[in-house]
């Protein structure tokens, strides 16, 4: 079988693409192999379009299979499930770059298959993945305008890496994943520890410039190994109906968006669309291009506003912010809570303080960790005044709730300081536009008035673009409407010190580095406006917790003393557990997290523990129990497996001829430890310990 292969040095790592050997029933088949990480991806495009089919049915799923690692999964059934979360952020990563370079009524259904058939623990796969499904499509008889180029870029030690493995991203205070082709930028996604716009500007030209020998190599796969593009039906609008909706529904449009509500605005379209309707398909047109081609009417007008008149639809200039309202401590008996609205989107942030017992394990390709920041995002469907079935968080609330975190992870206080599991969920009462940067500011507000002492605070602000031409126009606060008919979605969070979070969606097939800057620079201005509407709020985080949320004592034991704390199979901890209600989690370098929302319960925890694990002293009074009777004394338990003698002239201040008369096996009271010999006997007093009291 011929080699059908190409190779290009790619940072570390020698980049491989091969096709011809495996999945030939594909329309499109890529092994993409980096270091000792193999992805397979695979393109499959439908010969038929569905009848009443009006979207493009791209579907893109990305697997990470267990196997790759060497591993079997955990859980009941030893399989595969449901996608895990880095699964579905990673089928995002490849559907949102690739979706705007396929040809315009192109409505035949594709999907996108991306598998990690092997992973070397060093690695990220999904960029991998990303080029794979670039490649694949070139490769394939499917349309598209590719090739697309991928790369993460890590800044360590203030300097940039190209495609850095897990080990230098622990170290990286900015990481950029850059999606890229002859165009320009295509799609961003980032995460950092406050760095200034200039510095992340040039993180992505650095990228830019790493991506241009993987798209050549890609041009040259094609060249070699592609396939003639097959020819698809484009459903595009009948340019006579265009022409008729123009005539009859511009005029009406034009007052339309001269309404400053969304709902007028919607329920005037809506009685439009039936009115049109009823004119028009008397003409023999159908009902859905009627629908669609008053769709393309409306972006044409939206977008002319907007590039020519200067006008965007609720009045406001470009870089003018919707009326932000800010408030917090607004449920009684949650830990934290806030209520951010900005225009006509509005996000309810809840955070609640939870122990050591409630982080979050995760079972990935790189091994398994624990998770003890969360932040979740929901989108119900009152939220738009729509209705449809509940169900559980689909990709696009994954993907929001991820942004959101990252975001937020700059400033979240470190777990020494902080022992805390803390999870915040972002409810979206109301939308019209970034509602994951509005969860930015509500999770922000919650975590201070949780008291959570995070470092600043943390602002997002979404914009849009409209390029006509040689026009082109930034939109800061972008609403709903905007993001829908305009060509780019790029939201950008951070603090007064610098950026924690980028994401950019573009809907054309490219901007220039010049016009993100402009961006950037744009941002960062409405980044500050927003900060101070929050800050009037609330300034800082509250000095003290909620009294709902549980209090953690964090103790310190020798290492030596974990064991003996455990106790056989768990007993001794257990036994504590039982007994106080505390939850009480220990770590390898004896540290111990004692948690409780009773103050009461956490300290007769600590005291138990304390009661184990610290040396007996001499002069020290505990509280024993009485296990053994002998002629000459007894036998007392002062902690688990520690115990001492109570010599019969040590019972009482008075004669005691028998023992038994004094006391009996069960019962508990004060001793003082009166001294330890050489052999390390523990020798007690009762009566001392009364005298003491």
Request: include cysteine; aromatic fraction near 6%.
């Given at each position: 079988m011929q080699n059908k292969s190409l190779k290009i040095k790619f940072g570390k790592n020698d980049l491989i693409l091969e096709t011809g050997r495996i999945a030939k029933q594909a329309n499109g088949s890529v092994t993409v192999t980096y270091g000792a990480t193999v992805i397979l991806v695979t393109a499959c495009m439908s010969k038929d379009i569905r009848e009443g089919q009006d979207f493009f049915p791209l579907t893109v799923e990305y697997q990470e299979k267990t196997y790759a690692a060497g591993r079997i999964p955990?859980?009941?059934?030893?399989?595969?499930?449901?996608?895990?979360?880095?699964?579905?952020?990673?089928?995002?990563?490849?559907?949102?770059?690739?979706?705007?370079?396929?040809?315009?009524?192109?409505?035949?259904?594709?999907?996108v298959m991306a598998m990690v058939l092997s992973s070397d623990g060093e690695n990220d796969p999904n960029i991998l993945a990303l080029i794979g499904a670039s490649a694949a499509l070139s490769i394939s008889d499917i349309p598209f305008k590719g090739p697309l180029a991928s790369c993460r870029v890590a800044r360590v030690d203030n300097e940039f890496i190209l495609n850095p493995t897990y080990a230098e991203l622990e170290n990286a205070d900015l990481e950029v994943v850059v999606a890229g082709n002859s165009n320009g930028v295509v799609m961003l996604e980032s995460k950092a520890k406050e760095v200034s716009e200039e510095v992340y500007l040039e993180a992505v030209k650095f990228g830019m410039e790493s991506l241009k020998p993987i798209l050549s190599m890609q041009e040259e796969f094609c060249r070699l190994y592609g396939a003639e593009k097959a020819k698809v039906e484009l459903k595009l609008i009948d340019p006579a109906l265009m022409q008729k909706i123009e005539?009859?529904?511009?005029?009406?449009?034009?007052?339309?968006?001269?309404?400053?509500?969304?709902?007028?605005?919607?329920?005037?379209?809506?009685?439009?669309?039936?009115?049109?309707?009823?004119?028009?398909?008397?003409?023999?047109?159908?009902?859905?291009?009627?629908?669609?081609?008053?769709?393309?009417?409306?972006?044409?007008?939206?977008?002319?506003?907007?590039?020519?008149?200067?006008?965007?639809?609720?009045?406001?200039?470009f870089k003018e912010i919707r009326p932000i309202s800010c408030e917090v401590s607004v449920l009684p008996r949650t830990h934290g809570s806030s209520l951010f609205t900005r225009g006509q989107t509005q996000s309810l942030a809840v955070t609640t303080l939870g122990t050591g017992e409630d982080e979050q394990l995760i079972e990935a390709l790189d091994g398994e960790r624990k998770k003890s920041f969360m932040l979740h995002y929901n989108f119900p469907s009152f939220s738009v005044g729509e209705t449809r079935a509940i169900r559980g968080p689909g990709r696009r609330e994954i993907g929001h709730g991820a942004l959101a975190e990252?975001?937020?992870?700059?400033?979240?206080?470190?777990?020494?300081?902080?022992?805390?599991?803390?999870?915040?969920?972002?409810?979206?009462?109301?939308?019209?536009?970034?509602?994951?940067?509005?969860?930015?500011?509500?999770?922000?507000?919650?975590?201070m008035d949780a008291g959570v002492p995070i470092k600043e605070a943390v602002g997002g602000v979404a914009l849009g673009l409209v390029k006509e031409g040689s026009k082109t126009a930034i939109l800061t606060d972008i609403a709903g409407l905007e993001d829908h008919f305009g060509d780019m979605d790029f939201k950008v969070a951070g603090t007064r010190q610098g950026v924690t979070a980028v994401q950019l969606d573009l809907k054309i097939d490219g901007i220039s580095l010049e016009l993100l800057k402009d961006c950037l620079a744009q941002s960062k201005e409405s980044r500050f406006f927003i900060l101070d509407k929050m800050s009037s709020a609330l300034n800082s985080p509250r000095e003290e917790l909620s009294s709902f949320a549980p209090r953690i004592d964090v103790l310190k034991i020798n290492t030596e003393k974990i064991g003996e704390l455990i106790g056989p199979g768990g007993k001794t901890i257990k036994a504590i557990i039982a007994a106080t209600g505390a939850s009480i989690d220990i770590k390898d370098d004896g540290t111990v997290l004692v948690g409780s929302t009773d103050a009461g319960k956490s300290d007769a925890a600590i005291k138990m523990i304390r009661a184990i694990t610290d040396d007996v002293e001499v002069g020290r009074v505990y509280f024993g129990k009485v296990k053994r009777i002998m002629p000459f004394g007894v036998f007392v338990e002062i902690a688990p497996r520690k115990e001492g003698l109570v010599h019969v002239s040590e019972l009482s201040s008075?004669?005691?001829?028998?023992?038994?008369?004094?006391?009996?096996?069960?019962?508990?009271?004060?001793?003082?430890?009166?001294?330890?010999?050489?052999?390390?006997?523990?020798n007690l007093s009762k009566k001392q310990a009364e005298q003491s009291s």
């Open positions: 955990g859980g009941f059934f030893k399989r595969e499930g449901r996608p895990s979360e880095n699964e579905i952020l990673g089928s995002r990563l490849i559907d949102r770059p690739i979706r705007p370079l396929f040809p315009e009524g192109f409505l035949n259904e594709v999907q005539s009859l529904a511009q005029e009406k449009l034009n007052k339309v968006y001269k309404l400053s509500k969304k709902e007028e605005r919607e329920e005037a379209v809506d009685l439009l669309t039936k009115e049109l309707e009823s004119q028009l398909t008397t003409e023999g047109f159908l009902a859905a291009d009627i629908c669609a081609g008053l769709h393309e009417v409306e972006k044409k007008q939206v977008r002319k506003m907007i590039a020519d008149e200067n006008i965007r639809i609720d009045g406001r200039s990252k975001a937020l992870l700059a400033v979240m206080p470190p777990k020494e300081k902080f022992p805390y599991t803390i999870r915040v969920v972002s409810e979206i009462l109301e939308s019209n536009g970034s509602s994951s940067m509005a969860s930015v500011c509500a999770a922000t507000l919650s975590l008075t004669f005691v001829k028998k023992v038994e008369d004094v006391v009996k096996v069960g019962d508990e009271f004060k001793v003082k430890v009166i001294g330890i010999d050489e052999l390390g006997r523990i």
